[in-house]
């Protein structure tokens, strides 16, 4: 039987068919893949691709400044470079660690390590000196980059080491201001995109100077001078004591500013792991001590508020020897009848008590409060104590008599500071403050502190009676006449207190001694303490505490043209010279 002729052509036809139908099946295939690809896969293989040839480079912030009252710079950032690796970039790792340890001085061996790693990325070392840097990078080894950072810098040393405190590595603020700070110093880093070619190696970069994000500038109130010479004076005076530490504060009572505060031992910024972190911390404000004889000036203070007292007001001081319960309280020297005036000027501590009970402990211990004590004073800055002051009701006969004379309770030398400011502003007292004003990158002021008064302590009246109290301290016979002024007349009182044991109870051989004082006294332009620690060598105020003040204070009255008094005998003989010619 013969095949029918058409057969062949049925199968061709077939597969002509089954090939084009699977051609086409195969471009809708095809078609619908572009279409996900395009449509739906667009964006991230997008990023992909950029991911080749685009790379993020992150710019490190730069610190704003801080500066003292002038302006004069405390705190700089510097440009430094920082050095990192890709190991896997590098092929002879050992060759690579032997080039770079030679130039930073380190162990060839430890850096092996750091390179022999999967990581893909680690540091070499941060913040490296630009003249290492630059023959790091004249080698031109594969695998290392090169990154910009800042680098916090202290032009002046020790200056003010615990009030500006410090910076880390990262750049992130550790202590004091700069810690206090952060936000307004430190702004976040940015990430740029860059291009990168087939090796790795970026371009197009030169814009990115000027794309450094900067911090706000901190204006402190604090002046350069007048904290040098604090500092000064206070270190000279522990050496000769041959004290544990000391502090110095200067304050203005017209405004509550701080213009100097001062610590010895101090520390430089610039290299803080080679000190401890007691050498860190600013115990001007976060340590609180006993007064001592200093609190007389309060109490007489209230004694006067009161109403019930005048500085001629006398007290029998019981010939040195006067009996508290079973306690013993002493004078330095006996005395008999003293006014209230001489109770101050020569610190007897039987008038302050006598003075104290007379007041009652409810109006003593509400006078207190009135100056502060026992409450922080709100200052801008952080860890400040507020003391103890324990409420009156919880006085025995013993603890109220020592609180009239500065022991049993404990406040800050800000504190103590602060109240003596309220005397020398006429009652008023201010709100102290450290940050004058803070300024954006374009020299904007977007923070200034305004002067604030806190409330009115005691009468202008009362003030000025116990100013005039404070200038017997200085003069003869007072227990300050080391720190009697040429040209000024001042006012102050001394302080010298028996430290209190761990344990509790008094050290009988260690002390603290210190001077408050103000000058000039008709018109108050700065309030000055300074308190010695532990000093081996004498350990009264007056010896001890008060010729630092006079140092202190007669600089910074020069320093700040304060005109010197002028006695009105020559002025009138000055008025006839001129006269007569």
Known sequence: MTKSPDKPDKFVRLRVWLVG???????????????????????????????????????????GMIRDA?????????????????????????????????VLGIKAADLTGLLDTDKRFVWVKRQVPPDQAGRIEALNLKGLTFHR????????????????????????????????CEADLNTETQAHQVMRDALGRRFGTGSLAAQ???????????????????????????????????????????????????????????????YSARQWRNRCITD?????????????????????????????????????????????????????????????????VKIGEGLGRANFHAALRRFGFGDRTGFDFPGETAGSLSPYQRWTTVDAGAIAFGHGLSLSALQLATAMGAIANDGVMMQ?????????????????????????????????????????????????????????????????AHKVKPGGGYDRDRYVSSF??????????IVVLVVIDEPRRGHYGGTVAAPVFKEICQKTLNFLNVPPKTEPDTLILARQVEMTG
Not at 96 to 101: E, L, S
Not at 153 to 177: M, R, S, T, W
Request: aromatic share 6%.
């Open 288 to 352: 609180a001590f006993e007064p001592g004889s200093t609190m007389k000036v309060f109490i007489a203070a209230a004694a006067l508020e009161s109403g019930a007292y005048t500085p001629e007001s006398r007290f029998f001081c019981e010939n040195g020897k006067y009996r508290l319960a079973n306690h013993v309280v002493h004078d330095t020297k006996p005395h008999a009848w003293l006014t209230m005036a001489e109770v101050i000027k020569y610190s007897s501590n039987i008038g302050a």
């Open 70 to 102: 002038e302006g004069r710079p405390l705190a700089v950032s510097l440009e430094v470079a920082s050095i990192g690796a890709h190991p896997w970039q590098i092929s002879d790792k050992k060759q690579t660690a032997k080039q770079v340890a030679a």
């Open 516 to 525: 408050i004082g103000l000058a000039p006294l008709e018109k108050p332009r």
């Open 432 to 496: 102290p403050y450290l940050i004058k004003e803070i300024r954006n990158p374009r020299g904007r002021i977007i923070h200034q502190t305004q002067p604030r008064p806190i409330r009115q302590v005691v009468s202008a009246a009362s003030a000025r009676k116990v100013r005039t109290m404070l200038a017997g301290v200085l003069e003869s016979g007072g227990t300050a006449t080391k720190a009697a002024l040429q040209d000024y007349q001042a006012g102050g009182k001394t302080g010298t």
């Open 21 to 63: 139908v699977g051609f086409h099946a195969l471009l809708l295939i095809i078609a619908a893949r572009a279409v996900h690809v395009q449509v739906f896969c667009a964006p991230d293989l997008a990023s992909r691709a950029a991911g080749q040839y685009q790379t993020s480079v992150y710019i490190g912030a730069q610190r």
């Open 212 to 274: 450094v994000p900067v911090g706000n500038d901190v204006m402190l109130t604090l002046n350069a001078t007048i904290q040098h010479i604090s500092e000064t004076a206070l270190n000279q005076a522990v050496i000769d004591h041959e004290a544990k530490s000391g502090m110095a504060l200067v304050l203005d009572p017209s405004t509550g500013a701080v213009m100097a505060m001062a610590q010895v031992p101090t520390f430089n910024p610039n290299n803080y792991p080679d």
């Open 149 to 180: 950072e800042y680098n916090r810098y202290y032009p002046n040393k020790h200056l003010a080491g615990q009030v500006l405190g410090f910076c880390g590595v990262d750049g992130k603020g550790l202590e004091g201001i700069e810690h206090h």
